[in-house]
T-cell receptor, first 118, second 117 residues
């Protein structure tokens, strides 16, 4: 079974600064997907960024980028120019590329609570 | 695009009541939908995978008779918590994946907060 570990229960950053959220995972599979989701107080899960394991290039989405280290099984999220609206719980998630049988739900980490200080 | 509607958003009911939660994909078809459970300040745990026209696949430890899942159409999956008890109180979230888009991300509903008195 796959596991996802987020070792930072809470992180705090000054507005406009850069913050990095850590995520490691354990898997025996070679092909898979990794995601970062944001869950604001409204509780809706919002996709921030995704990474295919077969791609060596790190994914970027505007102020959000990842540092994907496949050999180290590490998938950190960097948020540049932090904004007040970035405050939320951030979850790292793993999904098999092909688990077969249609059972391919996400495995989530425990989350990191990101606080943005004005 | 890719909007998932979950209803109701909040349910408060007495112990022993059965509660049905709906998950609808509004602007796309979803052969596969997923049901997650989230305890306060905890992560999301996959409960089951719902496939249109077939039986749901439940994760280990999830009671099939307790959490009934029906996925009768390409846009609707329902989760029924049967004879709910206080320990079933939680936040339930569904997600849906675009039909034919195995490589597509899951789109989440807004969740349902279930409180059993």
């Amino acid at each position: 079974a796959q596991t996802v570990t987020q070792s930072q229960p809470e992180m705090s950053v000054q507005e406009a600064e850069t913050v990095t959220l850590s995520c490691t995972y354990d898997t025996s599979e070679s092909d898979y997907y990794l995601f970062w989701y944001k869950q604001p107080p409204s509780r809706q899960m919002i996709l921030v960024i995704r990474q295919e394991a077969y791609k060596q290039q790190n994914a970027t989405e505007n102020r959000f980028s990842v540092n994907f280290q496949k050999a180290a099984k590490s998938f950190s999220l960097k948020i540049s120019d932090s904004q007040l609206g970035d405050a939320a719980m951030y979850f790292c998630a793993y999904r098999s590329e092909d688990s077969g049988g249609g059972a391919d739900g996400l495995t989530f980490g425990k989350g990191t609570h990101l606080i943005i200080q004005p | 695009g890719a909007v998932v509607s979950q209803h109701p958003s909040r349910v408060i009911c007495k112990s022993g009541t059965s509660v049905k939660i709906e998950c609808r994909s509004l602007d796309f078809q979803a052969t596969t939908m997923f049901w997650y459970r989230q305890f306060p300040k905890k992560s999301l745990m996959l409960m089951a995978t719902s496939n249109e026209g077939s039986k749901a696949t439940y994760e280990q430890g999830v009671e099939k008779d307790k959490f009934l899942i029906n996925h009768a159409s390409l846009t609707l999956s329902t989760l029924t918590v049967t004879s709910a008890h206080p320990e079933d109180s939680s936040f339930y979230i569904c997600s849906a994946r675009v039909t034919g888009g195995f490589n597509q991300p899951q789109h989440f509903g807004d969740g349902t907060r279930l409180s059993i008195l």
